[in-house]
């Protein structure tokens, strides 16, 4: 998310941060079962599956750009991290994480991960270099202005081997006319995906092709939310399709 509005960011130093506030339209859904289910819950148990490096058995996660905090427990349940660190720009969807970090404490099979929620800028994380086992960033970096700074930032905090999972909308899916209309997000930074993993190869990151997926979801296809592919009528083929979503397990390189 990104306008120019001067705010106080990491380390307590104000600046100006580039943020295009969300519409009122996306801060509804995204507290949607719609949101939790269909999108977020099958993002993280793709990106598990794209991890082959050891993690540890209680990891550090931070959670940039974590909303509203509906991803905490599905986090909490995967990886049963010792620590999740959410981080938002959003002061209102801040105040609603909060909330849903209180909620996993007093849920028995989420209330041994501690859970914090700080204000701040994915540009400049207020974060120890080196902290954080993991970094899960999922559909924010097609809100972030400052991309190659952010990247930057998630491989300061990352741990020597630390693991980047990202999951994105591309630029055919942000820029499709049904997305245009209901979201706002800043259109002159958005990517195909292989010009995400082309960042993130050049950020300072490693993963192979078996780290990657192309996943090709009904809900990321705005012309015609897959009804063609469902009534038999279109059957795009990969590597001849535009791709709308990208996951990829990148390991932090030395």
Not at 42 to 58: E, F, G, H, Q
Request: aromatic share 10%.
């Amino acid at each position: 998310m990104q306008s120019t509005e001067t705010s106080s960011v990491a380390h307590g130093v104000p600046g100006n941060v580039p943020f295009v506030p969300e519409s009122s339209f996306g801060v509804w859904f995204l507290r949607t079962r719609t949101w939790e289910h269909h999108v977020l819950r099958v993002a993280i148990n793709d990106l598990k599956r794209l991890i082959d490096t050891p993690l540890p058995a209680s990891p550090v996660i931070v959670d940039v750009g974590c909303g509203q905090g509906i991803s905490f427990r599905l986090l909490a349940q995967t990886f049963k991290p010792e620590r999740i660190i959410g981080i938002d720009f959003h002061q209102p969807s801040l105040d609603l994480a909060k909330h849903a970090a209180s909620v996993c404490r007093d849920q028995t099979d989420t209330r041994a991960t501690h859970i914090d929620v700080l204000h701040g800028d994915c540009a400049n994380l207020p974060l120890p270099d080196a902290s954080a086992d993991i970094v899960f960033c999922h559909q924010t970096f097609h809100h972030l202005v400052e991309q190659e700074r952010a990247l930057a930032e998630f491989r300061r905090v990352l741990k020597p081997g630390g693991v980047l999972l990202f999951a994105e909308s591309t630029d055919a899916y942000i820029k499709s006319w049904v997305i245009r209309l209901l979201f706002r997000h800043p259109m002159q930074v958005q990517k195909s995906a292989d010009g995400y993993l082309d960042m993130i190869r050049h950020g300072g990151f490693t993963f192979g092709a078996h780290n990657v997926s192309l996943p090709y979801l009904w809900w990321s296809r705005a012309k015609d939310f897959g009804l063609l592919e469902r009534l038999g009528l279109y059957a795009p083929k990969p590597g001849k399709r535009r791709e709308t979503l990208v996951n990829v397990a990148a390991v932090k390189t030395d």
